[in-house]
């Protein structure tokens, strides 16, 4: 019998070659897998400054959330016109307000500086845990305030406000204080009366 210094190692095609294949199979299958779930850790992605495909403008105060904030599109105006609202006029404003809180908010106030003033119309308190939609629906601000309606607007427009643009606003509550945005104006489709064709 051979010593262990002249038995011949595995060759090629040797009983010892199958698990040699094996291992280093194994172990490209291993490092390939960390590779492919450390792509891009840490680096900054093409979509990270993308911004949202919602229409309106969306932040948040306090336990108060503002959804879709938009200024409605005039549904008298043609779809491609340049100014949405002329000088001196009124453009009503369409949000969803959202509180996670457990007891009530209420929208005191609005203001823009392309407006002379902001006019809430009816009882703009938003229960705790509620969500209640503004302006430009199907029918949710009856539903969501048994009955109640809000609307908003800024008024006294100082200069003409165009589609495709967005407008500082300053939403202030009761509660969760004051929240600063830019709202957007709608799209022409958006607009109240092409809802309810």
Known sequence: MPSAAQRPGPTAGGAGTGRAV???TAAAVVAAAF??????????TQTAGQ????NGYSGQVGNLLVRNASIDFPPSAAPTAGAAYQPGGAAPISLTLVNNGASADKLLS???PVAGAGQITGDATVP???????GNNTGTDS????????????????GPVRAGL?????LRFQNAGVLNGEL???????APEAQKK
């Not at 911004?51 to 919602?54: G, Y």
């Open 128 to 134: 705790g845990g509620s969500t209640v939609t503004v």
């Open 51 to 54: 911004a949202s495909a919602v």
């Open 166 to 170: 967005t407008y500082p606003i300053t």
């Open 184 to 190: 957007p104006v709608g799209e022409p489709s958006a």
């Open 22 to 24: 094996w291992t280093r």
């Open 143 to 158: 539903q969501a305030l048994a009955g109640r309606t809000i609307s908003i607007k800024l008024t006294g427009l100082v």
């Open 35 to 44: 590779a492919l779930t450390g792509c891009s850790a840490g680096a900054v």
């Open 110 to 112: 609005v203001s823009s």
